[in-house]
């Protein structure tokens, strides 16, 4: 590949399509937030929204939905200043809403590349072949739907940054290029690293189990060759950019002192996931996902891990599992979880000296091993993740809708066992142990039958996403930092934000523009779900009424607000209620 190649799809007719493509979502989610007030003008669902200085207008007409929803059509989509029509340009929108985003002086350039390599990850997009959404949901394997996915976050605007990434980089590791990695192995020595399993798993049968025998073999030579003996290392797996660009330079003293020794490459190949940090295995896909430190921006975090929080993960997962195993309601939804089974951490002493137990400079090694869902799967059963519900192809039909066609059921039918299998888990959950996710699409793994139905759902990234809101629960000691203190009038808000609002939003609007149902179809669909699990819990029915899920309104939490404020670190860990950006009301859409 040449030098130009590497940027062969940043053409002029992409890159304006990219541009009108993101305004658009810049416009529907800034609307929503009401950070922008569009004013409605001549004709029929016509608005315009007007720039800080009140002189750029832009012009476009849009679908006022459900939930405050603004379906904006792109193709309306018009700027104008001082009589003229201007070209579309994202980069610019932002300068000119500056003040009405509330972006400061030190994030609007920051913020500005990261809308840059969302572009262009969308101009990337724009090269690949045109996969219907028919097409996809007839014959796509669990990896063709994981890297055929076009958008980001469904609320966030700047939802591919990767800051960090460089094109090659770009081109080696992000999801939807769908190149194989190899992952790079580090052996850490055991007086600064740890190596924690669940139950039932030791370290040499797992490494040997993951590795193979060969390339153990191969590893153990190379540091028997440097005078070193393996029995005082743990391996430890790395993403190929985290060793180039960080731990190679910025952990030199642990390479120096051979605290650290670098092996190579493993044997496996992975592919990226949507998470672009986790690795699933093509090689082998019954083995375990890889789950790996990354020290970039993306979509206002460090996506590092922390060797601290992984000494506990195999726990809280075993814990989660046991839970799931024992309720009769979470099992009868046929709900599982894949768990995180294993994980290692590297403590660099000095720099955990030099700064607090929040710093990216404390995570940046340490990996975790995840179950793959593979295995689980019957005869004729396939994989999606949940975030290709809200996949649109280039024709504008929707992936959710391609499946209900191809199941000959009626939409109300269909939603039903998708309602049963995703919604009712998050219910149970929250009113029976006050438990919550962060079920968004890509922590969300649906298992379809060979109609295109969905049968159960897998839930994922557990260890760093699952909190119990009961300051009283009884948990186990390596459990008890899932413990969360959070408001009452808040506690609702992990059903009502993180699903209605940040999923279901997008899926209803996407099937009513796509013809395939009417609003009060869908949210008709969750409402029964809803009655129907209340119905078959009597005895919860005093928590039913103190957090009512047919309550009239629900407070707004605005995402991108919190990504404006602050790109490098959205929300403060230890205080992840205190830290929402709460606007008004949302009325509820089944209440």
């Known amino acids: 590949m040449t030098l130009a190649d590497t940027v062969s799809h940043l053409s002029p007719e992409r890159w304006a399509e990219a541009n009108r493509l993101l305004i658009r979502k810049a416009l529907a989610e800034f609307s929503h937030e009401r950070l922008l007030t569009p004013e409605p003008t001549e004709g029929a669902d016509r608005y315009v929204v007007r720039s800080d200085d009140g002189l750029t207008r832009y012009r476009f007409t849009a679908r006022r939905l459900r939930l405050d929803h603004w379906q904006v059509n792109p193709a309306s989509l018009t700027r104008h200043r001082d009589g003229t029509e201007l070209p579309l340009n994202a980069q610019q929108f932002f300068i000119e809403m500056k003040d009405s985003l509330g972006l400061s002086d030190a994030i609007l350039p920051v913020y500005l590349e990261e809308i840059s390599s969302t572009l262009s990850g969308t101009c990337f997009k724009l090269t690949k072949p045109d996969v219907s959404a028919a097409e996809l949901a007839a ?36 999801p939807e290029t769908a190149s194989p990695v190899r992952l790079v192995w580090l052996a850490a020595t055991r007086e600064r690293a740890a190596f924690t399993a669940g139950v039932g798993l030791d370290y040499e049968s797992f490494l040997r189990d993951e590795l193979g025998r060969d ?68 090689t082998s896909p019954s083995k375990r996902y890889v789950k790996t430190a990354l020290s970039v921006i993306n979509m206002g975090f460090m996506r590092g891990l922390s060797a601290a929080y992984m000494e506990a993960t195999p726990a809280i997962n075993d814990w989660l599992s046991h839970l799931i ?182 899926l209803a609007a996407n099937l009513v523009e796509d013809g395939v149902l009417d609003e009060s179809t869908f949210w008709g669909a969750v409402a ?59 009325e509820n859409p089944i209440a």
């Open 139 to 174: 014959s796509g394997s669990f990896q063709d739907i994981e890297t055929g996915m076009t958008e980001g976050h469904p609320c966030f605007v700047a939802n591919n940054g990767r800051l960090g990434f460089g094109i090659h980089e770009y081109l080696s590791y992000a």
């Open 215 to 282: 390339t153990l073999d191969r590893f153990d030579t190379i540091l028997r060759d440097k005078g070193l003996d393996p029995a005082d290392y743990l391996l430890i797996p790395v993403h190929p950019w985290q060793w180039w660009n960080k731990l190679s330079v910025t952990f030199a003293a642990e390479v120096a002192q051979q605290h650290l020794v670098c092996l190579g490459e493993g044997d496996d190949e992975y592919l990226a996931q949507q998470s672009i940090r986790t690795f699933f295995n093509t």
């Open 325 to 506: 195993e024992n309720d009769e309601v979470l099992k009868g939804t046929g709900l599982t979880i894949i768990r995180e089974r294993a994980a290692v951490g590297y403590r660099h002493l000095e720099y955990e000296a030099a700064t607090d137990r929040y710093s990216p400079y404390r995570k940046m090694l340490a990996a975790l091993w995840r179950e793959s869902p593979v295995p689980s799967l019957a005869e004729g059963e396939r994989l999606a993740t949940m975030a290709s519900l809200l996949h649109v192809d280039r024709a504008g039909r929707s992936f959710a809708g391609a499946l209900i066609a191809r199941s000959g059921l009626t939409p109300a039918q269909w939603l039903k066992p998708y309602l049963t299998a995703y919604l009712t888990p998050l219910l149970h959950s929250f009113y029976a142990y006050d438990l919550v996710f962060m079920p968004h699409g890509e922590n969300v793994i649906l298992v379809l039958d060979e109609r295109g139905v969905v049968t159960r759902a897998i839930f994922k990234d557990i260890a760093e996403e699952i909190a119990v809101m009961d300051t009283d629960a009884v948990l186990p000691p390596k459990v008890d930092r899932i413990r969360a203190d959070v408001p009452d009038d808040m506690k609702l808000l992990s059903i009502f934000t993180d699903v209605f609002d940040c999923f279901f939003r997008f």
């Open 528 to 586: 029964e779900c809803v009655r129907d699990y209340q119905r078959s819990t009597p005895q919860l029915a005093d928590k039913f009424a103190q957090f009512d899920m047919f309550a009239p309104s629900f407070a707004l939490s605005a995402l991108n607000r919190l990504q404006l404020r602050n790109n490098e670190q959205m929300v403060d860990l230890a205080d992840p209620s205190g830290a929402l950006q709460l606007v008004g009301d949302l």
